[in-house]
């Protein structure tokens, strides 16, 4: 798999699905979670009260992840994932690699064969950048062995700071 790193507007990314932060309700939110929301317009917000409703009555476990359409995104899908809160006492790094490894798996299901992803458990959760890109680092290398036949060929990092991309270049090392 090819992969990128780059500082820039999730929303904007031209793949076949992008990744949401979201929380467990999948009811919008802040951050990535709100912009994804807004950009992707009122129906985004509509599938995940349908997922609610059957699927998910209690919302989205942290380290979970589920497709619904991208809608007004320029992506085809999206795919929620949440991340454990660190404030909130949910320390277990196995769950933050859940959501990038979750994630991957979802979107080959579907068979993307691009994602981008956002610094899932950065920001208000509280895990440092050098955790998160750790974390993908380790889902990035566990889906590849794991899925030698994977649709997946592009795998972005769309990171909103130039700290946070500083941190995934430092851990990932440049494109390869």
Request: hydrophobic share 45%; charged share 15%; net charge negative.
């Amino acid at each position: 798999m090819l992969t990128k790193i780059l500082q820039g507007d999730i929303t904007t990314r031209a793949v076949d699905a992008i990744v949401n932060a979201a929380n467990s309700t999948l009811l919008g939110g802040g951050g990535v979670d709100g912009a994804i929301h807004r950009a992707a317009g009122p129906q985004l917000l509509a599938a995940c009260q349908e997922l609610r409703a059957t699927d998910l009555p209690y919302g989205l476990a942290p380290g979970a992840a589920v497709a619904t359409p991208g809608f007004n995104l320029p992506a085809r899908w999206v795919i929620h994932t949440v991340g454990p809160n660190h404030h909130a006492g949910q320390t277990n790094k196995a769950l933050l690699v859940s959501c990038f490894s979750e994630s991957l798996r979802v979107a080959d299901s579907l068979g993307a064969e691009s994602i981008a992803f956002p610094a899932i458990g950065g920001g208000v959760y509280g895990w440092t950048g050098h955790q998160v890109a750790e974390s993908a680092a380790t889902a990035l290398e566990g889906f590849e062995a794991s899925h030698p036949g994977t649709t997946i060929a592009l795998v972005e990092f769309v990171l909103f700071s130039p700290e946070m991309e500083g941190e995934f270049r430092a851990v990932l090392g440049e494109p390869r």
